[in-house]
């Protein structure tokens, strides 16, 4: 996959794939990030665990509240060729002494699920973290039952690191959680011919 960066007026590192393109998280896509989240399908709820639902003002509070949180970057899944808003994808918890992240993603609606969105979103956000963010490692967790994401994770090079029993619950039952993380070289090694 070619990747192109670029810079924008804020100093932010714009990441361009094949199909799709990712943009920070701002006020200024409060409106389309709102709809797409307040829209999203049964299936993305049950994948990500995801229980509540927001009002615009508390997405708006949200977005002002990232804008100074250095511990995180927020970015947008849009297609390059319909301008669609798809998904995001996360990277928080950052913990710059020891360089170490978490990621989360989500793809807003299930018709836009097995389309590549959310492997490419997630290369482009770990070359960003590994990369401009300098981290050496990238963790995550994700639902046993989520099979679907635990294939597209280990793909893409994540291990799996040991489970937490019950950890998570979700639609009145607990759930394992699967910890799972690449590092830095790990990264270079799966992805180096992506840059």
């Known amino acids: 996959?070619?990747?192109?960066?670029?810079?924008?007026?804020?100093?932010?590192?714009?990441?361009?794939?094949?199909?799709?393109?990712?943009?920070?998280?701002?006020?200024?896509?409060?409106?389309?990030y709102f709809m797409a989240i307040d829209n999203t399908s049964v299936e993305t709820d049950i994948y990500t665990g995801t229980t509540h639902k927001f009002v615009k003002s508390q997405i708006e509070s949200y977005i002002a509240n990232n804008e100074s949180d250095l511990s995180r970057i927020d970015l947008l899944i849009y297609t390059k060729e319909e301008d669609k808003l798809v998904g995001e994808v996360v990277i928080n918890d950052i913990d710059a002494h020891?360089?170490?992240?978490?990621?989360?993603?989500?793809?807003?609606?299930?018709?836009?699920?097995?389309?590549?969105?959310?492997?490419?979103?997630?290369?482009?956000?770990?070359?960003?973290?590994?990369?401009?963010?300098?981290?050496?490692?990238?963790?995550?967790?994700?639902?046993?039952?989520?099979?679907?994401?635990?294939?597209?994770?280990?793909?893409?090079?994540?291990?799996?690191?040991?489970?937490?029993?019950e950890a998570g619950y979700f639609n009145h039952k607990y759930h394992d959680i699967v910890c799972m993380s690449m590092l830095s070289e790990e990264f270079r090694t799966y992805h180096l011919s992506d840059y």
């Open 1 to 32: 996959m070619q990747m192109t960066y670029s810079f924008t007026k804020e100093e932010f590192i714009g990441l361009e794939g094949k199909n799709i393109y990712l943009r920070k998280l701002s006020k200024e896509v409060c409106e389309d």
């Open 98 to 165: 020891s360089r170490i992240g978490s990621l989360r993603i989500a793809i807003f609606d299930y018709l836009d699920f097995n389309k590549g969105y959310g492997s490419e979103g997630i290369i482009l956000a770990l070359g960003y973290g590994f990369g401009m963010l300098n981290l050496h490692r990238i963790e995550l967790e994700v639902f046993d039952y989520n099979e679907r994401g635990l294939h597209v994770y280990e793909k893409i090079g994540f291990k799996k690191e040991g489970v937490k029993r």
